[in-house]
């Protein structure tokens, strides 16, 4: 009875692809062994809080175990990167005896050894690199990085005077108003000054006609 066999062209492409991810996981890992000494793990990357503040940027990261003298915090302002770095020892546990237990160890879920962690910032902020700040307390790393306040645009009023000319001279709209407003129409009164000097000519008058008439009747 002859044997049978089915060929899908699914299954070979599925292989295929399976066989160059063992080969790139390979190939990767003889790269990362040749890069750093043997049985030296690769750093970690601790966990962050990334907060962006309308002031500033603040970065905590947690890494319980560490000595504040073995983390050194960086910014590179080309790449706008934060780039944390450090080593966390296991510490020495000694039985009642003072013996080292070490060896000891049966579980170890706790991340020691060196981490590297690196905060990509947006590019088209820019930040105040003097007064950057680190401080370390209970565990946690917290990074302070200022922005640069962007300059405020103001607005200015204009005010504009348009110039006006009146007999050859340039006033301005207020002094232009004033003089076109309507002036008082006349009401038929001469000033008290004129009215005296009309009333004292009458007077002059009568004191000629007297003094004519006396002339003549002493004449007759």
Do not use: C
């Not at 990509?120 to 105040?128: A, N």
């Not at 009333?199 to 003549?216: G, L, N, P, R």
């Amino acid at each position: 009875m002859p044997a049978l066999y089915s060929y899908s062209p699914v299954w070979s492409v599925v292989d295929a692809l399976a066989d160059d991810l063992v080969t790139h996981a390979h190939n990767k890992q003889r790269t990362q062994k040749r890069a750093r000494p043997q049985d030296e793990p690769a750093p970690f990357a601790p966990l962050v809080d990334i907060y962006d503040l309308e002031s500033a940027y603040v970065i905590q990261a947690s890494l319980s175990g560490a000595a504040a003298s073995a983390i050194s915090v960086d910014y590179d302002a080309k790449i706008a990167t934060v780039i944390v770095t450090g080593e966390i020892k296991r510490t020495t546990v000694r039985g009642l005896h003072g013996e080292p237990t070490t060896k000891a160890l049966k579980v170890g879920e706790r991340q020691i050894g060196k981490f590297e962690r690196r905060v990509k910032l947006p590019d088209d902020v820019k930040i105040q690199q003097d007064h950057m700040t680190a401080k370390y307390n209970n565990g946690v790393l917290e990074i302070s990085l200022p922005k640069t306040p962007e300059r405020q645009r103001r607005s200015i009023v204009v005010q504009v005077e348009d110039d006006v000319q009146v007999n050859g001279k340039s006033v301005t709209d207020e002094q232009s108003a004033a003089m076109s407003a309507p002036q008082p129409a006349p009401t038929g009164k001469t000033s008290p000054t004129v009215e005296a000097a009309e009333m004292q000519d009458e007077s002059d008058a009568t004191s000629v006609k007297s003094f004519d008439s006396e002339m003549s009747s002493d004449l007759h």
